[in-house]
Nanobody, 111 residues
């Protein structure tokens, strides 16, 4: 099983990024997928989740209206589109299928 997160970068406040998570070794299309994040010295927190078919999504209050989770089951990939980024969004972002975690990708929002 592999879960590979990518797309993190240094971005200015107000900017945008798209994170990707490519999975293999399990039946991706059957799994609810989630993005988590962990900022320095803070607990890991749930950011967004998407159902196996993509027709149900949920978001943390702190990112509603700014982040969009989506998936492409043909590519075994889940995305996190992030807009209007704030310094508080700085964290390592992780993809999770309920069992396996990605290695994380660093998002830094700073001027």
């Amino acid at each position: 099983v592999q879960v590979v997160d990518s797309g993190g970068d240094l971005v200015q406040p107000g900017g945008s990024l798209i994170l990707s998570c490519v999975a293999s070794g399990f039946a991706f299309s059957r799994y609810y997928m989630r993005w988590y994040r962990q900022a320095p010295e803070k607990e890991r927190e749930l950011v967004a989740g998407i159902s196996s078919t993509g027709d149900s999504r949920h978001y943390a209050d702190s990112v509603k209206g700014r982040f969009t989770i989506s998936r492409d089951n043909a590519k075994n990939t889940v995305y996190l589109q992030m807009t209007k980024l704030k310094t508080d969004d700085t964290a390592v972002y992780y993809c999770h299928n309920g069992i396996y975690w990605g290695q994380g990708t660093q998002v830094t929002v700073a001027s």
